[in-house]
C-alpha cells in the first residue's frame, strides 16, 4: 500500500488541510481497505476547523489479481490526459510465470464509478455488457416515461437482502430502476458477443453510456446520425 498526502480546501469552511490516503490498492491484500471503497467510507474527508464531512474525490488505482483488472480513478480525466500507473499496470500483465496476461483496465473519473465497476467485477459481469444493457434499458424507459426531466446518471446495484441486482436511472427528481436478472445479461451478451470479441481493447479505456453508443456506431448497429439521448451527468 502506497500513502499520498494531497493538499486542499474544505469545501465548507475553507480551511488548508490535508488527504493521507493510498493511492494504490491491491484488493486481494488489502481487504479492509476494499471494504472501505464499497461501503463508500473511503473518499470520507473530516474538517477538523468546522467538523464537517465532505466527499473528497482523490486519485487511485486498484487493481484486482484475481480477476485480472486495474481500474483507476482519475478525477477530471479528459481521455487525454496521461495516465500515471503505466509501470503496475505492465508488470501485472505478466504472471508469475513469466507469461503475459491480458489484463481488463478501466479509468473512472468519479468515486460512484469506481464503486460500480468494482462491484461488477465481484459479480463475474463484463462491464461493457452492463453498460450496453443500461443504454438499450435506458431507450426503453425513455419510451414509456417520455416527461422524465435530465438524466443524471445510470448505475448498477448489486444483489442485496433487500433487492435483487437492479440499474437505477437517476433523473433530477425520481429514480425509476429494474431488475437486472441474469437472463439479461446473458441476452445482451449474446447479441454483442461478435462485435465484443472484434472490439480493440484501446477503445475500451473508459467504458460508460457514452462508449455504449460509440460500440454500437463503431460497429454499425445503428446509425451514426442517431442522436444520444441519453444526457448522463457522472
Not at 30 to 49: M, V, Y
Not at 118 to 137: P, S, T
Not at 156 to 181: G, N, Q, T, V
Request: net charge negative; aromatic share 8%; glycine share 4%.
Amino acid at each position: 500500500m502506497t500513502d499520498n498526502t494531497i493538499s486542499g480546501q474544505c469545501p465548507h469552511c475553507q480551511a488548508e488541510m490535508t488527504i493521507e490516503r493510498p493511492e494504490i490498492i491491491d484488493a486481494d491484500r488489502e481487504p479492509d481497505i476494499k471494504a472501505t471503497l464499497l461501503s463508500g467510507q473511503f473518499f470520507t474527508a473530516h474538517c477538523p476547523a468546522c467538523d464537517q464531512d465532505f466527499i473528497a474525490a482523490t486519485p487511485l488505482l486498484y487493481y484486482d489479481r484475481r480477476r485480472t483488472a486495474v481500474i483507476q480513478l482519475v478525477p477530471g480525466y479528459d481521455g487525454e490526459s496521461p495516465l500515471l500507473g503505466d509501470d503496475v499496470f505492465n508488470a501485472l500483465q505478466t504472471a508469475d510465470s513469466g507469461q503475459p496476461v491480458r489484463m481488463i483496465r478501466r479509468v473512472v473519473t468519479t468515486p460512484n464509478e469506481l464503486t460500480e465497476k468494482i462491484h461488477l467485477l465481484e459479480a463475474g459481469y463484463d462491464d461493457r455488457i452492463v453498460e450496453l444493457a443500461k443504454l438499450i434499458a435506458l431507450q426503453e424507459l425513455q419510451g414509456q416515461l417520455p416527461n422524465l426531466s435530465t438524466l443524471r446518471q445510470v448505475r448498477f446495484a448489486p444483489k442485496s437482502e433487500r433487492y435483487p441486482a437492479r440499474l437505477l436511472f437517476f433523473y433530477d427528481d425520481e429514480m425509476p430502476s429494474i431488475d437486472f436478472p441474469q437472463s439479461l445479461y446473458d441476452s445482451v451478451g449474446m447479441s454483442f458477443i461478435e462485435a465484443l470479441e472484434k472490439n480493440d481493447p484501446a477503445n475500451d479505456l473508459v467504458v460508460d453510456l457514452a462508449w455504449a453508443m460509440s460500440f454500437l456506431k463503431r460497429h454499425h448497429f445503428i446509425d451514426r446520425k442517431e442522436e444520444d439521448n441519453t444526457g448522463e451527468d457522472n
